[in-house]
């Protein structure tokens, strides 16, 4: 049995499993108000102690019905009157972490973005110093790849904050109002955690500029619905929404003009793909013997990600394939000299 001096539970996220046994009498219990569920579950499990992957079970309403913890902040602890209890939204839209693996240094380059980020870090740290000029929305931009979304998970890291990510495509529903509930079901979980990062990734998935509409659909109630609570009509202390971007020049002004800051992202430099290349390849399964400057050089124009995923891993895999037991320049090279990079920018008669 666990001792008493493990500390408190901050937050933990449930997942619905379900009953052990199948039944036609049994009720599949659905969380309808998230505040009246962390009351609820609270009352039955104060004192329990807790860690990832542990089965909680209701005794109450629902006996037996099983709930498994996927996050706990901190990783183990015993639950109190001050825990945060939320259940995985039941559309799997909206993802709840607590990040740990990902911190500032992980982020190769990009030292403009890191100096501008800075002040998000104080302001999850310290909400209420900021007042009325706290940066609570923020615009990440820049070519794919290039490390937006690990900047965005590095900074709830350091600020020991949940972390709300939702792909701005899978905010369009099917039928009118879905993308609005989903949004305002965002923001109330945010506002429920806060201190809290929300990043809208893909954005400009909705926030296309209306003379693209063809594009860009029907997305009036969802731009509506984020613009409120962008314009924080109810109060977002605490809450820092990040919006992440590869193509900011088609944002619509209306939208793009509620983020108080941009931050822009570049494709790395020779020295920060040596870097890459040099971070990523000193824990490897295989030994690598290579003039890493030579693949720096050849892999200009590629994002993180695409000399990652594209050169190192495809080396990776065919040294595999091919049962090597050791990767040289040669084979870093060719898979450098096979990625043929897409144009950064749109063919000029895309959008006539």
């Known amino acids: 049995m666990p001792k008493k001096e493990s500390a ?14 199948k039944a036609s009498y049994h009720e599949y219990p659905q969380v309808d108000n998230p505040k009246v569920f962390d009351v609820y579950a609270k009352e039955q499990w104060k004192g329990e102690f807790v860690h990832k992957s542990k089965l909680i079970f209701d005794v109450r309403m629902f006996p037996d019905f099983a709930f ?4 706990c902040e901190p990783q183990s602890g015993y639950i109190s009157d001050a825990t945060i ?9 909206i993802e709840t972490e607590i990040v740990r693996d990902i911190s500032l240094d992980d982020v190769v380059g990009q030292e403009e973005a890191k100096k501008k980020a800075k002040v998000i870090l104080e302001y999850l740290k310290n909400p209420d110093k900021f007042g009325k000029w706290a940066p609570k929305n923020v615009l990440f931009f820049g070519p794919p790849g290039t490390g937006k979304t690990m900047m965005a998970k590095a900074l709830s890291n350091e600020a020991k904050t949940p972390f709300l990510s939702v792909k701005s495509t899978k905010l369009i529903g099917e039928h009118v109002g879905d993308g609005a509930r989903k949004v305002h079901e965002l923001y109330d979980r945010a506002r429920q955690l806060a201190p809290c990062i929300v990043f809208l990734d893909e954005f400009d998935a909705i926030g296309l500029d209306r003379s693209y509409q063809e594009i860009r659909g029907d997305v009036s109630e969802i731009v509506n619905a984020l613009l409120t609570e962008l314009d924080g009509i109810q109060s977002n202390d605490g809450i820092c929404t990040i919006a992440a971007t590869n193509r900011v020049e088609l944002l619509d002004s209306s939208i793009r003009s509620r983020f108080e800051e941009e931050i822009e ?11 890459i290349l040099k971070k990523n390849l000193g824990e490897f399964p295989v030994e690598v013997k290579a003039r890493l400057e030579l693949v720096a050089a050849a892999s200009e124009g590629f994002s993180g990600r695409d000399i990652v995923e594209k050169v190192i891993k495809s080396s990776l895999h065919r040294a ?6 050791r990767i040289e ?19 000029k008669q895309m959008f006539v």
């Open 320 to 325: 595999i394939a091919e049962g090597k037991n």
């Open 68 to 71: 498994e913890v996927v996050e």
């Open 265 to 275: 992202f570049t494709l790395p430099s020779f020295e920060e793909r040596l870097e």
């Open 329 to 347: 320049t040669e084979d870093l090279l060719s898979a450098a000299e096979k990625v043929k990079m897409p144009s950064r920018q749109p063919p």
């Open 8 to 21: 408190e539970v901050k937050y933990l996220i449930l997942r619905p499993l379900g009953y052990p046994l």
């Open 85 to 93: 209890i939320l259940v995985e939204s039941d559309s799997k839209i």
